[in-house]
């Protein structure tokens, strides 16, 4: 297999504000976080030769690339829409990266997008799942609880041991978007707040469980030979993987729910890409998919950020804070800026790219030091994963 | 020799109180406590349920039809029986047939089977019968009503109870009765009901078989039959010279209550549970006339291997605490609609899908063994392709792996679903909702079995698929 690293860069992005837009439409979030792409990047909608788009929700969002060609104009170009689940952000982007290393198109754009408060219901619903009859009933918080109670079981933990575990992630996620102007939830929770909230899917807690908005995020992506003529400081990608397990989880003989291969597996491709030895050492930073915050402790496992079963001394000891050897969703992450599916790989990119760049909105929150930040969503029952990583400089 | 050659029951595990249900009216108790189907339980799932009972060890395969009896099927056009019969695995030539529409529907289906054996038609016939009657809310009948079902199977090898004497009598009154549009049930005037209803046509039926049988009411070991309210069948019996103490077949009124079509049967199961060789059982059934039997029990009864019957299932029980829960399970109440749906059911992908769905088959790999479920056409494994024998779960047990309780996912009037991801011993996973459990008493390694019931009425159709839960105690669930 080859390798991506250093072939194409983005070279502008943008990012709508994410939470309960109600007086926005989805074309309206569009436009939003295109246009501030279109600027960073020094670019229009003309010069776009390709779009790839993450979309999740038909067809209340839209079907096709419609949403896209429809609001934007993009005329007489390829829009090409990925449904993958909550990867299908960063497989838009890995999609749109692909085409330009390609050499069939110079300058292309990776749009994701999500009106979920338009569906008229909180949460993703329920039916979550692929068969109308098997998974009738499932939920996200249910697929994700699964998790939490294997861990759980596995390592010995009491409920109680086991919910301030992740408990503290969910604490540490909202202290990172108290500080994020674009995040939905900007407050910060205490450790008590999260272990006496309601019960959503036990063990899970509501402050286990992300929010759900609408928001949209962009990518201008073009040939790293090239990317010097847009900006100063474009952002190059190094590596990516994406993995997709066969077989559901919950049917999946002698699956033990602790860890996935999905996950396994798209780190392992995106780190040989990137020649990454010591993700722990290497990664500066990180933005990863904490759709519930179980989900985030098994990715720190599992991309070998800590070793395995020891998640909770990292935890404990500040490592993934965002003064600690390795900041996670320096953001606030899914936790604060809710999931508005299509739209979270590239909003998690975004972060990436601006610290990146020393660009992040509050300079409190920015990072010293970093030259290369990894982002990652993970999908579907969960069985899908996808993974970019990313430099500030060639090499 | 043609007769009973095993016998089955089901209760579902909820009870209610009929002091809870008298004091929601401000009104008087018929005191004990009556047996309440879950929200997702109707006749045709209970029906599986003592179908299975009955089948313990006897092998589907050679069942040649299965009769299904209730006043109240699920579909009201479309067959029970066929559907339970698929469920059970039976062979597609098996005979179906649906009984309906009368309290002696169970019985007609019984004296249906024995002429089928009795015909050459075929060796086997699984009778089950079934009911889930609705009362008018605040009625005597709301609280003397109850759910459960049971079956026989009928043959000649190995007759546990052989059909001595079989009679049968129309009689044409309105006494109970449902019109076509009708959700309760509407019954006359007590009197008339009971004294020229049930009264004289039980007194005629009993009085007839006894004859035809040259006996006397005294050679009869027990005498079972159903009992409209507390007090008639005890009269009956006294009236036709019965012992009530050591004769007369407990009601099940005070613990289950009056199950409809399936009643007989029920007190007939309980009959035969006790039943030793030689005993004499006169079994009648009442509905716009009556049926009699007279069974005389064999040796064969102590080789039967018991499966939960009516027994196993009284002691497995749980308190529903809530009348309104009652009315709601049953839609008599419209609870707050939970969450809607997403995904698209389909007639025609749930009609393709019935081995795994309706059959609970799940694929064993002929190349290295794996099994899993549903069934899969490539080996999740070693990936051979359409390699694979089919398995039959529905009948094994397996322990819980995973589970969350799920508060979004279930209806309002029961709003925890506990999804469970559980594996049988074999190593084949299971994704389902767990029913009839306490769920904060839910673990992982929890003994589970599955257990039929409707999901939901997607398509307009209603879509069963297996839950789990957790071991009713009182005795194994035998395939």
Redesign the interface.
């Known amino acids: 297999m080859g390798s991506i690293k250093d072939k194409i860069a983005i070279v502008g992005m943008g990012c709508s504000k994410f939470g309960e837009r109600w007086g926005m439409g989805a074309g309206d979030l569009v436009i939003e976080s295109a246009y501030e792409a279109f600027e960073d990047a020094g670019v229009g909608p003309e010069d776009i030769e390709a779009c790839w788009v993450g979309q999740m929700y038909a067809p209340v969002n839209g079907l096709g690339g419609s949403t896209i060609a429809d609001t934007l104009k993009l005329r007489n170009i390829p829009i090409i829409r990925n449904e993958n689940w909550c990867t299908a952000g960063h497989i838009a982007l890995i999609e749109a990266a692909l085409a330009v290393a390609s050499g069939v198109y110079d300058v292309v754009m990776a749009i994701g997008v999500e009106k979920l408060k338009d569906t008229g219901?909180p949460?993703l619903?329920?039916?979550?799942?692929?068969?109308?009859?098997?998974?009738?009933?499932?939920?996200a918080?249910?697929?994700f609880?699964?998790?939490?109670?294997?861990y759980f079981?596995k390592y010995g933990l009491s409920m109680e041991e086991g919910k301030e575990i992740i408990g503290k992630i969910a604490v540490k996620n909202h202290r990172n978007g108290s500080m994020s102007p674009k995040a939905h939830f900007r407050n910060t929770i205490t450790l008590e707040k999260v272990m006496n909230a309601?019960?959503?899917?036990?063990?899970?807690g509501l402050f286990d469980c992300c929010g759900n908005s609408d928001g949209s995020a962009c990518a201008i992506i073009t040939r790293a030979d090239m990317a010097k003529n847009f900006r100063e400081d474009p952002i190059y990608m190094k590596g990516f993987g994406i993995s997709m397990d066969?077989?559901?989880p919950?049917?999946?003989?002698?699956?033990d729910?602790t860890s996935f291969e999905a996950l396994k597996n798209s780190s392992r491709q995106a780190y040989e890409m990137a020649g990454i030895k010591k993700p722990r050492e290497e990664i500066d930073l990180a933005e990863v998919h904490d759709c519930f915050s179980i989900t985030e402790l098994a990715i720190y496992e599992d991309f070998g950020f800590s070793s395995r079963g020891r998640a909770r001394e990292d935890i404990d000891s500040g490592f993934f804070e965002l003064e600690g050897g390795l900041p996670v969703n320096s953001d606030g992450g899914l936790k604060c800026f809710g999931h508005p599916v299509g739209a979270s790989g590239l909003r998690m990119t975004y972060e990436i790219y601006k610290q990146l760049q020393y660009k992040a909105d509050l300079p409190e929150r920015q990072i010293k030091n970093v030259h290369r930040g990894l982002s990652h969503t993970f999908g579907g029952p969960p069985q899908l994963s996808a993974v970019g990583v990313f430099g500030n400089e060639k090499g | 020799m043609i007769g009973i050659t095993s016998f089955g029951a089901y209760i579902p595990m909820y009870r209610l109180s009929r002091d809870t249900i008298a004091k929601a009216w401000g009104r008087g108790s018929l005191k004990g406590e009556r047996s309440v189907a879950n929200n997702d339980e109707d006749t045709l799932t209970m029906a599986v349920e003592a179908g299975s009972d009955c089948l313990k060890d006897f092998d589907r395969q050679k069942v040649d039809g299965l009769f299904f009896a209730t006043t109240n099927a699920p579909y009201k056009e479309k067959l029970s029986a066929g559907l339970a019969a698929t469920v059970l695995d039976f062979r597609e030539n098996a005979a179906t047939a649906d009984f309906a529409n009368s309290l002696r529907a169970g019985t007609a289906a019984l004296r249906a089977a024995i002429d089928g054996v009795k015909a050459g038609s075929g060796e086997n016939y699984l009778v089950v019968t079934s009911d889930c009657r609705l009362a008018s809310p605040r009625s005597d009948q709301e609280q003397l009503f109850g759910d459960g079902s049971a079956a026989v199977m009928v043959g000649a090898d190995k007759v546990i109870a052989s059909i001595e004497t079989s009679i049968s009598m129309n009689k044409e009154i309105v006494d109970v009765w449902r019109n076509d549009d009708d959700r309760f049930v509407r019954m006359g005037e007590g009197r008339f009901v009971v004294n020229e209803g049930y009264m004289a046509t039980m007194k005629e039926v009993i009085s007839r078989a006894l004859i035809q049988s040259k006996m006397e009411a005294s050679h009869i070991t027990k005498l079972v039959i159903p009992s409209p309210d507390f007090r008639s069948s005890t009269a009956l019996a006294k009236k036709l010279g019965f012992d009530v103490a050591s004769q007369l077949q407990g009601s099940l009124l005070d613990s289950v209550g009056h199950c409809g079509a399936a009643h007989p049967f029920l007190l007939l199961v309980s009959a035969l549970e006790e039943a030793k060789p030689g005993d004499t059982i006169l079994m009648a059934s009442y509905g716009d006339g009556a049926d009699a039997f007279v069974l005389k029990v064999t040796e064969e009864i102590e080789t039967l291997k018991g499966g939960r019957g009516v027994k196993g299932h009284l002691e497995s029980k749980k308190a529903l605490s809530y009348y309104d829960k009652m009315l709601s399970f049953r839609g008599i109440l419209e609870a707050a609609g939970?969450?809607?749906?997403?995904?698209?059911?389909?007639a025609a992908?749930?009609w393709r899908?019935q081995d795994s769905?309706l059959k609970c088959y799940g694929s064993k790999c002929k190349e290295c063994g794996?099994?899993?479920?549903?069934i899969?056409r490539i080996c999740?494994?070693c990936r051979s392709k359409d390699a694979y024998e089919l398995v039959r779960y529905s009948h094994k047990q397996g322990k819980v792996?995973?589970?969350?309780?799920?508060?979004?996912?279930?209806r309002s009037d029961d709003p925890v679903?506990v999804?469970t991801?559980f594996e049988t011993e074999d190593?084949?996973?299971?994704?389902l909702?767990m029913t009839d459990c306490d769920p904060e008493k839910v673990k992982?390694g929890l003994p589970v079995e599955f257990t039929f019931r409707r999901?939901?009425e997607?398509a307009n159709f209603h879509?069963y698929?297996w839950k789990c839960r957790p071991l009713r105690n009182g005795g194994a669930n035998h395939g």
Not at chain 1, 125 to 139: D, I, K
Not at chain 2, 370 to 374: A, G, K, V
Not at chain 2, 401 to 410: C, E, H, I, N, S
């Open positions: 219901y949460g619903g329920t039916g979550r799942g692929m068969n109308p009859v098997y998974e009738a009933r499932r939920t918080p249910g697929s609880g699964l998790i939490a109670t294997s079981e309601p019960i959503i899917a036990y063990p899970l066969a077989v559901l919950h049917t999946r003989p002698g699956f729910w | 939970g969450e809607p749906f997403r995904l698209f059911p389909s992908a749930y899908d769905i794996r099994t899993q479920f549903p899969q999740s494994e792996f995973t589970f969350t309780r799920d508060q979004l996912a279930g679903v999804q991801v190593g084949a996973r299971f994704y909702m992982v999901i939901y997607g879509n698929f």
